[in-house]
């Protein structure tokens, strides 16, 4: 299989502004990319591309083998899983949490009257266990905690047993522990042997869990650095990246990075 995703010259206009600005990036099944970027450098808008919900306006995108614009996007979506703040954002608060996972079989938000088998739910059941949550199952969405619910987003998102893994800003809004946490059980899920290709957008290098391989740095729609982590993630490239002087440091296998002067 070639790469997992394949963006070539992707350029999006919306309204006169570009969102993105002939971006080429390459995904491998094997790789864990971080995509960093400052707020409006089109960190969403390039998921939107690689989770099958928005077509270039120029350039092309394929995605698991199939070029959008050649393929029913309906079919491909399923094989991608997608953790968003917008997705979340449409969870009936009523939903039960096993509900909320197991509904991404038929890609539905919200329970209606498809029927799952005992596979589906024991799937479910295993996802929310290893995501820290499977103590709720029977909760509603709304009455969970931010930090619980990230959990059971990624969950869901894993529930189609995706090729490729997309989260948009997992651990925003979390106290430091609910990130340290979130941190940790992402660390586990880009180990597992079994683990797709997987995309985490963030805005902060302390998010980045250990054993991701790759990063991308956005700014202003444009790649500012694409590539293996170690070469490509340094002071100059991060400063490059949010417009202001900053100190990355590597301490053990987690980043920091603050204002220089
Ligand atoms: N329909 C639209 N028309 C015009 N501009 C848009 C449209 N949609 C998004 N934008 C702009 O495109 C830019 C990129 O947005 P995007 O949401 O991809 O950024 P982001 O990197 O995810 O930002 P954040 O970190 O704040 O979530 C922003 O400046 C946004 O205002």
Redesign the pocket.
């Known amino acids: 299989m070639g790469p997992v995703l394949e963006l070539t010259d992707v350029t999006i206009t919306?309204?006169g502004?570009t969102?993105l600005d002939r971006v080429s990036w390459s995904v491998d099944e094997s790789d864990r990319w971080v995509v960093l970027?400052?707020?409006?450098?089109?960190?969403?808008?390039?998921l939107q591309i690689a989770s099958a919900r928005m077509h270039p306006t120029s350039g092309t995108a394929a995605i698991l083998g199939e070029t959008l614009g050649a393929v029913d996007v309906f079919e491909l979506r399923p094989r991608i899983g997608l953790a968003s703040a917008a997705i979340a954002d449409r969870i009936p608060r009523h939903e039960r949490v096993d509900d909320v996972v197991i509904s991404a079989s038929y890609a539905v938000l919200g329970r209606w009257r498809e029927t799952y088998d005992t596979l589906d739910h024991d799937r479910a059941h295993k996802l929310l266990t290893w995501l820290g949550v499977g103590d709720y199952a029977d909760r509603t969405f709304g009455t969970l905690s931010e930090g619980e619910r990230k959990r059971v987003q990624i969950a869901r998102a894993l529930m189609t047993d995706p090729e490729l893994l997309l989260m948009d800003?997992p651990a925003a809004g979390l106290d430091l522990a609910g990130r340290e946490g979130l941190v940790r059980t992402l660390d586990e899920i880009a180990n597992d042997g079994l683990a797709p290709a997987t995309v985490l957008?963030t805005?902060h290098v302390e998010e980045i869990p250990p054993s991701f391989t790759h990063v991308l740095l956005?700014r202003n729609?444009g790649v500012v650095a694409a590539g293996p982590i170690r070469e490509t993630l340094s002071s100059a490239s991060l400063s490059e990246t949010f417009g202001m002087s900053l100190k990355l440091v590597r301490s053990g296998q987690r980043w920091t990075a603050r204002a220089s002067r």
């Open positions: 919306r309204n502004n969102l970027g400052p707020n409006g450098a089109g960190k969403t808008t390039l800003e957008v805005h956005l729609g």
